[in-house]
């Protein structure tokens, strides 16, 4: 989830705003070795692979931060986060796929960093290679499992985390539902929320907040990492040399990079990756064959579909895109709270221009809606009007979503059936979808896809 963090950071360390500033970020980002006598290493692919880790140091966090934002407790010295984002080799696309950290895997032979003690290869949770062998073993175990060679290494903590997400101004978030976890203390109502570090730290780390444990969390941050390029792109802080620098001195204190992310390299990626946008942007999960695998001194685990995962890999080494490409005047789908298939719907026409209902009717019906086929013609209303039983006011929201500009009107005791009333202001029906449940098979989504489309 800090992984975002070191997202944004070669995004803006990239933007071209002078050789010497970008020499003084190189210089100031720790080093760490996570490639050394690395041997029968995957071919190397098209485009660039970076593996973003987050740990769950926390030992610049204040005392007022660790009570506020729920971080008190022992870190266990393992990653709380792992990706690996592809820069397309034309430098127009990140494609970014989370690696779950109870991820079944099994770690090359390799000595203990702790007690100097050597194993032999056997079988962990992915988080626990870090604590074991640092980064390099987790470099290993990650390009074992992926045969994705890792061209960059990047880690961050919660510190650099908070510190970024402030300098920006907050990162805005949108929510269908209401998102409450006890463990992290997030406590969201639907709708948008600008979110401090703090807040977005809780909301990147909260596994407790619906069935979907950390496969929803997982979701969740790759929705903040779409929110967060959005913001750092339409900020103006990547054209801003003082905004720059003020992100840049926020997040140095906590980043470590192996020693080949110079200068160079930051400057090359920048004056590519101008016209960066969440568009541009493609996330997923590793699909998962088996939940809940259980293995004897490790214990629940989630089992990699094999054959679905080396598809994905493939296209990572082959610089394709992860999704199908789409035409690019074609809209975004807005997720919404309730799948339009679940929302029974009858229209009305509440005009007097012939056909209109039918109109409505189809549009709604081919985003997916649960439609009568039946429209009627209806009292005559100012503008579009929802009617609903208050008992379905989720679907009710679900579908005002696809009606921009429409009035909600609830009725008590009008049943399950919604009922929309046409008016003069109807132009067009907005695509929506339902919302993305943490299946095996994760789905991939676009950036633009994910962030909101209001402000907070």
Not at 120 to 129: C, S, V
Not at 217 to 234: C, D, N, V
Not at 402 to 420: D, H, I, K, N, T
């Amino acid at each position: 989830m800090r992984a975002v963090t070191a997202l944004s950071v070669t995004v803006l360390a990239t933007a071209g705003i002078g050789h010497a500033l970008v020499t003084g970020l190189d210089s100031g980002i720790a080093r760490v070795d996570a490639f050394k006598d690395m041997k029968n290493r995957p071919a190397a692919g098209h485009g660039m692979n970076v593996l973003l880790v987050g740990t769950d140091g926390r030992d610049k966090i204040t005392e007022q931060e660790r009570k506020a934002y729920r971080l008190g407790g022992a870190p266990c010295h393992c990653t709380d986060t792992m990706m690996i984002v592809h820069i397309s080799q034309d430098r127009d696309r990140a494609s970014v796929v989370s690696l779950p950290r109870d991820s079944y895997a099994e770690v090359p032979a390799h000595v203990d960093q702790s007690t100097g003690e050597p194993h032999h290869a056997h079988p962990l949770k992915l988080n626990a290679a870090y604590a074991e062998g640092g980064p390099q073993l987790t470099v290993r175990t990650v390009e074992a499992m992926t045969h994705v060679k890792i061209d960059h290494y990047l880690e961050v903590d919660f510190a650099s985390f908070m510190r970024t997400v402030d300098v920006l101004g907050g990162v805005t978030v949108c929510t269908p539902t209401t998102l409450k976890d006890s463990y992290t203390g997030l406590d969201l109502a639907p709708g948008n929320h600008n979110l401090t570090g703090g807040q977005a730290l809780q909301y990147v780390r909260a596994r407790h907040v619906d069935g979907a444990s950390d496969l929803g969390r997982m979701q969740r941050q790759q929705r903040f990492m779409a929110a967060l390029i959005e913001r750092a792109t339409s900020s103006g802080v990547l054209l801003n040399p003082m905004r720059f620098r003020d992100v840049t001195r926020a997040v140095l204190g906590s980043v470590r990079a192996d020693a080949g992310f110079g200068t160079n390299e930051l400057l090359d990626l920048g004056r590519a990756m101008r016209n960066f946008s969440p568009s541009s942007s493609e996330f997923t999960t590793v699909p998962i064959g088996q939940m809940g695998f259980v293995v004897n001194g490790i214990g629940s685990t989630l089992k990699w579909d094999k054959a679905k995962a080396d598809r994905l890999f493939a296209a990572l080494r082959d610089d394709k895109p992860l999704a199908p490409v789409r035409a690019k005047h074609a809209p975004a789908a807005t997720t919404v709270e309730v799948a339009p298939s679940s929302i029974r719907v009858r229209v009305e026409n509440g005009t007097g221009t012939a056909g209109l209902g039918r109109k409505v009717d189809a549009a709604l019906a081919s985003t997916g809606f649960a439609t009568t086929r039946q429209p009627v013609t209806g009292h005559p209303v100012p503008r579009t009007v929802i009617s609903y039983d208050p008992r379905w006011d989720r679907s009710a929201r679900s579908l005002a979503v696809a009606l921009p500009g429409s009035e909600l009107r609830p009725v008590p005791g009008q049943g399950a059936v919604l009922r929309v009333t046409a008016g003069p202001d109807f132009k067009d029906v907005h695509k929506v979808k339902g919302p993305d449940t943490a299946q095996p098979d994760s789905p991939v989504v676009h950036g633009d896809e994910v962030v909101c489309s209001g402000k907070a």
